[in-house]
């Protein structure tokens, strides 16, 4: 079966399948929705265009639309993400159409964007809300037959809710981000696991003793700061939202300001989802063979033409490790050429908890479809119904069971009256 792609690696297909298959192991929710949508065909002939990290997860999440009759396009929501052989694998054994190749360069990646777009999709799925800003920048006539879009991250839901604030948004979105078996813990375990994983893969260096700064305390920077102290790292983190900034002094880390924490860090990551965290300054006073790397959605966290400018050479030490000598004789390294370094250097957030994720991926599709007639351009929350029946479903395949609450109890819960 031949569909539109653009892929590398045709020959590597079959290791593609495996993998994918072997992800599936660890995706039961995600198993059992595709089942159903196989049956009832709710996105019978809907044309979707995904751009997600092209992963045995996203595979899995792109067999289930298909199976539910949805006619899908594929492409990479970052240019160091794709898994060559899932990409092949998709478009030469599960006739998915798929845009990405791995390394790809900034002209190849917004290419595949709009090759994604050009089936006009009636419902965009978005990893940082790239197809929503090329839609509303560059193919405005494509917005009137999109009925809406769903947002898998942080980082996409705070550019969209800019969008809506302003009047710019042209469709409904579905922010996948806020639900509870989302972000609780893909962006807390998901981050955590898959963070450690590509920077001891980068590096082999042993986290116990060292020094491990972690920038931003949402739910990335706890599962990760969480991780880094479990492997006996002495654990620095850096906020400006006070709230946070307290929660993490009273789960024992230290909190100082980053140019502070500059000057005693050994490792350095980014989860902030803003600009150029370390800066200049930040640069400046880091210790002689600092390591640095990133894993916020974009690759701006990190300052990296103040750090080329500032540096004297560089050069490639170890696969995705990038050495800078810098113009006062230090020596600083940089991962994943500051892209997620969980994605490029390792392999992603484990199945299970994408698991979830593209669960409420496939059921906001379903939702946004089905709603589609009376949702206003803004920025929604999938219902609560969605959360708890992906929670339920996850506990059941765990084998976990729990309690329910006694008619008394219940009745005690929505009572006024009892009390001291
Ligand atoms: N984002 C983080 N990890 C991922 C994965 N394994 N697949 C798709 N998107 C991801």
């Not at 917005?143 to 809506?164: D, S």
């Not at 990296?304 to 400018?309: C, I, K, N, S």
């Not at 949702?375 to 479903?393: C, F, R, W, Y």
């Not at 996850?394 to 006694?406: E, F, H, S, V």
Request: charged letters at 25%.
């Amino acid at each position: 079966m031949s569909v539109p792609s653009d892929i590398s690696e045709k020959a590597q297909a079959r290791t593609g399948v495996d993998r994918i298959t072997w992800a599936a192991r660890e995706m039961p929710v995600l198993g059992l929705i595709r089942a159903r949508f196989a049956q009832d065909q709710p996105l019978k002939g809907l044309r979707v265009a995904a751009c997600l990290h092209v992963t045995t997860e996203t595979a899995n999440l792109a067999l289930a639309l298909r199976d539910g009759g949805a006619e899908l396009r594929l492409c990479a929501s970052n240019p160091l993400s794709t898994q060559d052989d899932v990409a092949a694998a998709l478009v030469e054994e599960y006739g998915i159409s798929v845009f990405a190749r791995r390394g790809e360069d900034s002209e190849t990646y917004y290419r595949h964007i709009h090759q994604a777009l050009d089936h006009s999709p009636q419902v965009t799925m978005d990893d940082g809300a790239d197809l929503v800003a090329t839609i509303h920048r560059e193919r405005r006539d494509l917005l009137t037959g999109v009925v809406g879009g769903t947002e898998e991250t942080t980082t996409g839901v705070i550019r969209l809710r800019a969008m809506a604030a302003d009047s710019a948004l042209g469709y409904p979105i579905a922010a996948v981000n806020e639900s509870n078996t989302k972000h609780l813990f893909d962006n807390r375990f998901g981050t955590g696991q898959s963070t450690v994983d590509g920077i001891v893969r980068a590096t082999n260096v042993l986290l116990a003793g060292k020094t491990f700064v972690v920038a931003g305390y949402g739910w990335c920077g706890r599962g990760l700061a969480s991780r880094a102290r479990g492997l006996g790292a002495h654990v620095v983190v850096t906020e400006v939202d006070p709230v946070r900034a307290l929660e993490a002094v009273m789960e024992g880390f230290s909190v100082m300001p980053m140019v502070e924490a500059a000057e005693i860090g050994d490792l350095f990551v980014t989860v902030t989802g803003d600009c150029h965290v370390i800066d200049e300054e930040v640069l400046e006073a880091m210790k002689d063979g600092a390591i640095m790397a990133n894993s916020g959605h974009f690759d701006n966290e990190i300052d990296l033409e103040a750090l080329q400018g500032m540096s004297e050479a560089k050069r490639r030490v170890r696969d995705h490790v990038d050495e800078y000598r810098m113009g006062d004789g230090r020596t600083l390294y940089l991962l994943g050429e500051g892209r997620l370094v969980n994605l490029a250097a390792a392999e992603g957030h484990p199945a299970s908890v994408m698991d979830m994720s593209f669960a409420n991926q496939a059921l906001g599709t379903e939702w946004l479809v089905n709603n589609a007639a009376t949702l206003q351009a803004q920025v929604h929350d999938l219902p609560d119904s969605i959360d708890e029946e992906i929670a339920k479903l996850k506990l059941q395949a765990m084998g976990i069971g729990i309690d329910t609450l006694t008619e008394e109890q219940q009745a005690y819960l929505s009572s006024w009256e009892t009390g001291t």
